[in-house]
């Protein structure tokens, strides 16, 4: 597999899967909209939230977010060229930053966060899509010189959390109200060394 660099047409391609991985260009952004709808949903009525969605497909196109931060995408594509989700990295956070500070290494490590990962629902479990894009997230943050990986996911998406608990090193517990009043953040970090 090659690294994930930009300007790759594509990244991974298990041998035995027909999948791949590339970074995201911009006319996959309508094609994974389907997927962002998918899951981004409120973790009550099940209704889309559409500003969530949308404010993904502005950073999808180089927005900075709300911290200012710029996210790089991966786009997962099936055998028929169809994009089926997606990851992004950026710089961490500062409540994430601190969540994990002393957890990191020595001063001076460097670490990335996974953010907007989504998979379409028809390929989520079993076929190893979600394992593949994360793989390529860590090969694409160790290239950039980052030795961990800090992840979060709140209760909206609490069905991924047995996902992280599988492909991460360690589960570094919660951050108290991190998405809001009560939803708190279960944290997850992956050593990037072994992709270097």
């Avoid at 939230?49 to 099936?78: C, H, K, P, W």
């Avoid at 991924?160 to 009043?181: K, L, P, Q, T």
Wanted: proline share 3%; with cysteine.
């Amino acid at each position: 597999m090659n690294d994930p660099k930009a300007g790759d047409k594509k990244t991974s391609t298990p041998a035995h899967s027909g999948f791949s991985v590339r970074m995201l260009e911009a006319e996959d952004i309508a094609a994974l909209t389907p997927v962002l709808r998918e899951h981004v949903r409120d973790l009550h009525s099940g209704q889309v939230v559409e500003s969530e969605v949308n404010a993904i497909q502005s950073y999808m196109q180089g927005a900075a977010d709300e911290f200012g931060r710029t996210r790089r995408y991966l786009v997962a594509f099936n055998a028929e060229g169809t994009a089926i989700g997606c990851m992004a990295l950026a710089v961490p956070e500062e409540r994430m930053a601190q969540h994990f500070a002393g957890i990191t290494g020595a001063p001076g490590t460097t670490s990335v966060e996974l953010l907007n990962a989504f998979v379409a629902t028809a390929y989520l479990r079993g076929q190893g899509i979600g394992r593949m894009l994360l793989e390529a997230i860590c090969r694409m943050g160790a290239a950039d010189g980052a030795h961990t990986l800090l992840i979060n996911s709140g209760p909206r998406y609490r069905h991924s959390w047995a996902f992280y608990d599988r492909v991460c090193d360690s589960s570094h517990g919660f951050i108290d109200d991190y998405y809001g009043e009560g939803r708190h953040a279960k944290t997850w970090l992956k050593d990037l060394r072994t992709f270097a």
